[in-house]
């Protein structure tokens, strides 16, 4: 037992004392270190680092790399470390690292792992005998870097109400919207071009808005490959999309039933039977504008407005008894204001049934309005003083 036990001891000797050649000095020890030149990057933009590697062994390297290891990151173009690394020098390189393409964005700090990988040469280990002249063989090196994503414009934010910028980012895309609704909605009205603001009453909407954008699937992958340009030019078009289109909606409005003071009898009577902005039925109201005494139908705008009409008179074209009870019925039921009557009677006109005449025009004191309708400017701060019932049409054989 004691010869083998001393043979087995003799035989792993040389081992033992390589081992401990190796660490004392091993073949190649490498020190990597990760330093980023700023506190953080924004989701789109790149952020630079410097890495410094230290050879502290006698081996010399050569074929370094280093690269990202898979994840949330990637080094951009190359590190351009040096081709080779004698014993006990150093060298350094700067280089980029970015958001792998579609990655989603959360804002907060990330351990980046690196990996530096290279080829050593080394002489073998002092007491070693039976090994060969030059050890040589491929190793690498880990290392990590704290990168933190920061909400675009967080330097910016900093000085605003909340003071952050997650809260800035998150109302970024809401807050163009919300001032080209003001800027159009202004304009539509016709208050002329102002500066629109975004006030305290906002914020609330703004922020349940940005939250529910955010929130889609849809809206937020889209937001996060937007640049900061098209998403601020497409939240804008967005919000200045509905008061255009109520603003389209008026203009048709109007073209199709708004009074004019040109008005030939045909378009009047269209728009004084069938127009929902006219009340049915209409009074005969007289009233003052400054010193100026007016009187005339009241009939309104569409949107609002006020307007001056006249009465017609509606006569039947064939004098036939039956035609002239039916034509007399029609004219009685349209006056009560049911709608069926009214685009009946109309039909009828088109058909060159009936025929139209004013009975009652707008006054200006004792004169006698030129046109059916009296509208626009003319009638600002008119006060009516007295009303009668006055049908908007009346029979006559």
Same mark, same amino acid.
Request: glycine share 8%.
């Given at each position: 037992?004691?010869?083998?036990? =001393?043979?087995?001891?003799?035989?792993?000797?040389?081992? /033992?004392?390589?081992?401990?050649?190796?660490?004392?000095?091993?073949? #190649?020890?490498?020190?990597?270190?990760?330093?980023?030149?700023?506190?953080?990057?924004?989701?789109?933009?790149?952020?630079?680092?410097?890495?410094?590697?230290?050879?502290? $062994?006698? #081996?010399?390297?050569?074929?370094?790399?280093?690269?990202?290891?898979?994840?949330?990151?990637?080094?951009?173009?190359?590190?351009?470390?040096?081709?080779?690394?004698?014993?006990?020098? &150093?060298?350094?390189?700067?280089?980029?690292?970015?958001?792998?393409?579609?990655?989603?964005?959360?804002?907060?700090?990330?351990?980046?792992?690196?990996?530096?990988?290279?080829?050593?040469? !080394?002489?073998?280990?002092?007491?070693?005998?039976?090994?060969?002249?030059?050890?040589?063989?491929?190793?690498?090196?880990?290392?990590?870097?704290?990168?933190?994503?920061?909400?675009?414009? @967080? !330097?910016?934010?900093?000085?605003?109400?909340?003071?952050?910028?997650?809260?800035?980012?998150?109302?970024?895309?809401?807050?163009?919207?919300?001032?080209?609704?003001?800027?159009?909605?202004? =304009?539509?009205?016709?208050?002329?071009?102002?500066?629109?603001?975004?006030? #305290?009453?906002?914020?609330?909407?703004?922020?349940?808005?940005?939250?529910?954008?955010?929130?889609?699937?849809?809206? &937020?992958?889209?937001?996060?490959?937007?640049?900061?340009?098209?998403?601020?030019?497409?939240?804008?078009?967005?919000? #200045?999309?509905?008061?255009?289109?109520?603003?389209?909606?008026?203009?048709?409005?109007?073209?199709?039933?708004?009074?004019?003071?040109?008005?030939?009898?045909? &378009?009047?009577?269209?728009?004084?039977?069938?127009?929902?902005?006219? $009340?049915?039925?209409?009074?005969?109201?007289?009233?003052?504008?400054?010193?100026?005494?007016?009187?005339? /139908?009241?009939?309104?705008?569409?949107?609002?407005?006020?307007?001056?009409? $006249?009465?017609?008179?509606?006569?039947?074209?064939?004098?036939?008894?039956?035609?002239?009870?039916?034509?007399?019925?029609?004219? @009685?039921?349209?006056?009560?204001?049911?709608?069926?009557?009214?685009?009946?009677?109309?039909?009828?006109?088109?058909?060159?049934?009936?025929? /139209?005449?004013?009975?009652?025009?707008?006054?200006?004191?004792?004169?006698? $309005?030129?046109?059916?309708?009296?509208?626009?400017?003319?009638?600002?701060?008119?006060?009516?003083?007295?009303? !009668?019932?006055?049908?908007?049409?009346?029979?006559?054989?």
């Amino acid at each position: 037992m004691r010869t083998r036990a =001393l043979a087995r001891f003799l035989f792993l000797l040389p081992l /033992l004392a390589a081992g401990a050649a190796f660490a004392e000095d091993p073949p #190649a020890l490498v020190e990597l270190s990760l330093v980023p030149e700023t506190d953080g990057m924004e989701p789109k933009a790149r952020v630079a680092l410097y890495a410094f590697v230290t050879n502290k $062994s006698s #081996a010399e390297l050569s074929a370094l790399s280093l690269n990202a290891l898979p994840g949330r990151f990637e080094v951009v173009g190359e590190t351009r470390l040096a081709s080779s690394l004698a014993p006990f020098e &150093s060298t350094n390189t700067r280089f980029r690292l970015q958001l792998r393409p579609g990655e989603e964005v959360h804002f907060g700090k990330y351990q980046v792992p690196l990996v530096l990988r290279y080829h050593w040469k !080394a002489p073998p280990p002092k007491h070693q005998a039976g090994t060969p002249a030059v050890l040589e063989g491929n190793s690498a090196q880990q290392a990590a870097v704290t990168v933190e994503v920061q909400a675009p414009y @967080s !330097a910016v934010a900093s000085g605003l109400p909340g003071g952050t910028g997650p809260l800035f980012w998150l109302l970024l895309p809401v807050i163009p919207a919300f001032l080209a609704f003001q800027l159009v909605q202004g =304009l539509r009205k016709r208050q002329g071009p102002q500066i629109p603001t975004f006030s #305290a009453d906002n914020v609330l909407p703004a922020f349940f808005i940005a939250i529910l954008v955010n929130t889609l699937p849809f809206w &937020s992958s889209t937001l996060a490959e937007l640049s900061t340009g098209w998403l601020l030019a497409g939240s804008a078009m967005l919000g #200045a999309l509905w008061p255009l289109c109520l603003w389209i909606r008026d203009e048709v409005r109007w073209r199709r039933w708004g009074f004019r003071d040109q008005d030939e009898a045909l &378009s009047y009577f269209r728009k004084a039977l069938l127009s929902r902005w006219v $009340s049915r039925p209409p009074v005969w109201a007289t009233g003052k504008m400054g010193d100026a005494q007016w009187e005339g /139908l009241i009939l309104g705008q569409p949107g609002g407005g006020l307007v001056l009409g $006249s009465q017609l008179q509606v006569s039947p074209v064939n004098q036939d008894p039956t035609e002239r009870k039916r034509i007399e019925n029609l004219v @009685s039921k349209a006056n009560l204001g049911k709608r069926r009557d009214r685009r009946q009677l109309v039909r009828e006109l088109d058909a060159k049934n009936i025929t /139209l005449t004013p009975s009652l025009v707008p006054k200006l004191g004792t004169a006698q $309005s030129k046109s059916l309708a009296v509208t626009g400017a003319v009638l600002q701060g008119f006060t009516m003083e007295s009303v !009668a019932r006055e049908p908007l049409l009346v029979y006559r054989q």
